[in-house]
């Protein structure tokens, strides 16, 4: 079909079973350290873009700027003849409090922007651009379980199991919709610079790589268990040695976590994951996720459940 000027595309946030969190030196948006995420099912960003006589961006509903968006579009122009832009773009779970909407946001921009005006990207290509918007985003051009890696001094991202390899849930605890008040960009910088953990967790990270895909490509749910609440945790204690301390947990996130954990001890596999925000996602077999999900609205505190699953990378819905 030929590229018009406009296009809508959907995008689905991630999260991570070995943690992203640290950049290498100089430009372009290079993890530190390699990672490996889910692509959920159940949660979406769906982004139109059309060519407009200036740049104009309206999220959920609202006209706003946004400087991380700005900064992505003036990068792409630095490559691509691109017109200005009206974007509409809506998440359908809380944007800015640790559910990956970046990660959603800039995988749909960039397959949208690809889609309307031509550029002719190839998945890579797309997932590269969309990690210079969030690194995150990288990862979410891709379904099922994907890596974002360094080859040959680049980062990769690739899908390296299907979601029909390992149909597991991921329910997710929503402790709080308010907007974190350090964002992931401005943490890890504050890790690096200021953690005495920050070196630890870079070599360490290789580590817990390797043995989450281990764990994955053999489903092999308690060695990834392990490994996949170690990341998560050794994150946040990036974040809380850092100087000034960044606490992103809500009393219903530590209830949460008690609460899973003896799930776990009365025989259920699950295991818990945080990103940069008061979220809680449970990690279980599709089998026990109505016990999961239940656990976790007992949990006081707990707002709200989403159930989801693991789910496809970007799509273009619509172009002309
Ligand atoms: P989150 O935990 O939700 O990823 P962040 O603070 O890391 O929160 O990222 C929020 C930023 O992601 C927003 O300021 C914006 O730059 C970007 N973002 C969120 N939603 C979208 C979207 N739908 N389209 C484009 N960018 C988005
Ligand atoms: C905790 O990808 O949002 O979710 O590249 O600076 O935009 P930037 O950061 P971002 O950080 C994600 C951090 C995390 C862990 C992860 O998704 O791996």
Redesign the pocket.
């Known amino acids: 079909m030929a590229a018009r000027g406009m296009a809508t595309a959907v995008a689905h946030?991630n999260v991570a079973l070995v943690k992203y969190w640290g950049k290498q030196a100089g430009a372009g948006n290079r993890p530190a350290t390699p990672s490996l995420s889910v692509t959920l099912s159940g949660i979406a960003?769906t982004?139109r873009v059309e060519a407009a006589p200036a740049d104009r961006?309206w999220?959920?509903g609202e006209e706003v700027q946004?400087?991380?968006?700005a900064g992505f579009l003036a990068e792409l122009r630095t490559a691509f003849d691109i017109p200005g832009l009206a974007?509409t773009?809506?998440?359908d779970f809380?944007?800015?409090?640790?559910?990956?909407?970046?990660?959603?946001?800039?995988a749909?921009?960039t397959t949208a922007v690809d889609a309307a005006f031509g550029l002719g990207l190839g998945g890579t290509e797309r997932s590269a651009w969309a990690r210079r918007?969030?690194a995150?985003a990288a990862r979410s051009i891709f379904g099922g379980f994907v890596a974002l890696v360094e080859r040959d001094m680049e980062p990769i991202a690739e899908t390296v199991a299907s979601a029909e390899h390992w149909p597991l849930a991921v329910t997710v605890g929503v402790a709080s919709r308010r907007?974190?008040s350090v964002?992931?960009?401005e943490g890890m910088e504050r890790a690096r610079a200021t953690s005495p953990f920050y070196k630890a967790w870079t070599t360490s990270t290789h580590d817990d790589f390797a043995a989450a895909l281990r764990a994955v490509r053999a489903r092999d749910f308690d060695a990834l268990a392990e490994v996949a609440e170690h990341s998560s945790m050794k994150l946040h204690a990036l974040t809380l040695t850092s100087r000034p301390a960044i606490v992103y947990w809500a009393p219903a996130t530590v209830a949460a976590l008690h609460a899973l954990a003896q799930l776990r001890r009365a025989g259920t596999g699950v295991f818990a994951s945080i990103?940069?925000?008061p979220q809680v996602k449970a990690f279980s077999a599709l089998d026990d996720a109505d016990e999961v999900a239940e656990a976790l609205a007992n949990v006081p505190g707990i707002e709200r459940v989403i159930r989801c699953g693991i789910g496809p990378g970007a799509v273009v819905t619509e172009a002309g």
């Open positions: 946030p960003t982004t961006l999220l959920n946004d400087a991380k968006v974007i773009t809506d998440n809380p944007t800015g409090a640790g559910l990956a909407s970046s990660a959603s946001g800039f749909a921009l918007g969030s995150s907007m974190k964002g992931s960009t990103d940069a925000g």
